[in-house]
């Protein structure tokens, strides 16, 4: 079945780095959705990506979705103590069902 | 707005015991979903629904069952309960599949002891 994987699976930052994670499928998506979820909390949505290569910002946050449609990233520039959680990506292959990756959780120390 | 909302939010059952996980949705969303999380883990995906009447497995559906009614109630009943299915189990709701983003409620944390 499909799998989605992310790297790291765990970081540590001080304020003010950047922080990226990774998520790769083992099969080819049609979109792909980031999630959120603060210590204790559920899920938030984030944002998608559906075209090839395709790259969103959200203020301090940049998506990127890769050529091939298998990779996406997440990249926080400048980290905030607000920005601490886990953030999972989604993906979604043709009409199936979204299958969450294994998540990164990032620790932010003021 | 309440968007989608669980109860109980914290329960402790004994081996054996059964339960049901009430999830209720206000947003007239035709998708729902059930998934756990285990502590530092992702989420499983253990029974979704397409719209009233109709149910299908995901990863994870043994020991579990759902059923939907309506398209506001999508509850999960635990028969049995065991020591592995301790978790935090959400609810969440998508106006369709895929390319829709899911709204999760604040989830039920059960402990199986």
């Known amino acids: 079945g499909q799998q989605v994987m992310q790297i790291p699976q765990y970081q540590h930052v001080q304020e003010g780095e950047d922080f990226t994670t990774y998520c790769n499928s083992s099969?080819?998506?049609?979109?792909i959705q980031w999630y959120k979820q603060r210590p204790g909390g559920h899920p938030v949505f984030l944002i998608q990506?559906?075209?090839?290569?395709e790259v969103k910002k959200q203020k301090r946050l940049t998506f990127q979705f890769g050529e091939a449609k298998k990779n996406s990233s997440l990249h926080i520039t400048a980290t905030q103590t607000t920005d601490v959680g886990t953030y999972f990506c989604a993906g979604q292959t043709g009409f199936q069902k979204l299958v969450f990756g294994t998540g990164t959780r990032l620790l932010v120390s003021p | 707005n309440a968007g989608v909302t669980q109860t109980p939010k914290f329960r402790i059952l004994k081996i054996g015991q059964s339960m049901t996980l009430q999830c209720t949705q206000d947003m007239n969303h035709n998708y729902m979903y059930w998934y756990r999380q285990d502590p530092g883990m992702g989420l499983k995906l253990i029974y979704y629904?397409?719209?009233?009447?109709?149910?299908d497995k995901g990863e994870v559906p043994n020991g579990y069952n759902v059923s939907r009614s309506t398209t506001e109630d999508f509850p999960l009943r635990l028969e049995l309960a065991a020591p592995s299915q301790t978790s935090v189990y959400f609810c969440?709701?998508?106006?369709?599949?895929?390319?829709?983003?899911?709204?999760f409620g604040d989830g039920t944390r059960l402990s199986i002891l």
């Open positions: 969440a709701s998508s106006y369709g599949a895929g390319i829709q983003p899911q709204h």
């Open positions: 990506l559906v075209k090839s290569g």
């Open positions: 099969t080819t998506l049609s979109n």
């Open positions: 629904s397409v719209g009233a009447g109709i149910t």
